[in-house]
């Protein structure tokens, strides 16, 4: 039988599939991040490897394992995989897109309200010392009609947070590399502008756009600096997107309202400043934590596994290793 392993548990879903393909496999049971130690024994032998993207996969971890055949990452991202040096080796690398759209687009939705409208805050607060009663200016938030929502990369994220976020009576617009369709445009009542525009104008600046060496940092102290006092800046797609210690600096001197995070620059390690506003929101990387996107997620990776064993059709290559 061929062997499978698992670096970190997946939902019941994924091992149902395995154990009805009678394949052999081996999950990491232990809390926490698997060591690089344990990843290094566990590779030697294996010719599928299923991981998350909290498992870094990289020339070492490769070149220990000679019988690898995939790496079929439980994410969308993989910039935690040497996909490069896979290649090299001959190695597919598969993803699981698509499926978290949604789950991320409601999180993103929820981090604008709950900053908007002083959510965490005020639950804080009420957990704490409370409050007097109702006054005419306590506690005051700011409605999302009429504003404007930024939006940095219109993938398929962005596109379904723009769909829902336009129920709010919000006005949208966004930066990418290359323009939606005008059709596009139209059914997301979304307007297309250069990247300066979009973080000068936006009330509500939401990234979505994939890590690469052209947007690592892409908001840093001097793109707050054209960011209106009063904007609020999310952040659901990779950490490093934003330089953290800028963003500590542009709070500090209210140069932006507030921020929202459920991914961070060094993740998993949260930059201890940013701990100290009651403007910001940090989430522990739950962008598609629903049980709907895990699931689907799971059905991908394992019949990824099983399509490669059986020498069949990948779906999500991000690799561009050829299947001919």
């Not at 896979?86 to 929820?110: D, F, W």
């Not at 639950?123 to 939006?151: C, N, Q, S, Y």
Request: net charge negative; hydrophobic share 40%.
């Amino acid at each position: 039988m061929s062997h499978i392993f698992l670096s970190a548990k997946i939902p019941t879903i994924g091992t149902k599939l395995l154990d009805e393909a009678h394949l052999d496999y081996e999950v990491f049971e232990d809390k926490g991040v698997i060591s690089k130690e344990e990843l290094l024994k566990k590779v030697q032998d294996c010719q599928v490897l299923i991981c998350p993207l909290s498992t870094t996969v990289d020339r070492e971890v490769i070149n220990q394992a000679p019988h690898l055949r995939l790496i079929a990452n439980f994410g969308a991202g993989f910039n935690n995989i040497d996909t490069a040096y896979a290649k090299e080796k001959n190695i597919y690398v598969t993803n699981t897109p698509v499926v978290s759209t949604n789950a991320t687009a409601e999180l993103t939705a929820g981090l604008i309200i709950a900053l908007s409208r002083r959510i965490v805050e005020g639950d804080r607060l009420m957990h704490g010392v409370g409050f007097d009663g109702w006054a005419p200016l306590f506690f005051l938030g700011h409605e999302l009609k009429g504003k404007t929502l930024g939006i940095i990369g219109m993938g398929q994220i962005g596109q379904s947070l723009a769909e829902k976020m336009k129920a709010f009576g919000m006005k949208i617009i966004y930066s990418q590399r290359h323009q939606l369709p005008a059709e596009q445009e139209k059914a997301l009542h979304a307007q297309f502008r250069t990247q300066e525009e979009v973080i000068q104008q936006s009330d509500i600046l939401s990234l979505h756009a994939p890590l690469t060496d052209e947007t690592h940092h892409l908001l840093n102290y001097q793109a707050f600096e054209q960011m209106k006092n009063s904007a609020f800046v999310i952040n659901a797609a990779r950490g490093p997107l934003i330089d953290e210690e800028e963003l500590v600096q542009a709070l500090t001197q209210q140069q932006i309202a507030g921020a929202a995070l459920d991914v961070y620059e060094f993740e998993p390690e949260v930059t201890m400043a940013l701990k100290q506003f009651d403007n910001v929101i940090l989430t522990p990387h739950i962008g598609n934590a629903s049980v709907e996107a895990r699931d689907q997620m799971a059905e991908i990776v394992v019949k990824n596994a099983i399509a490669c064993l059986q020498k069949k059709p990948l779906n999500y290559i991000v690799n561009g290793l050829s299947q001919d």
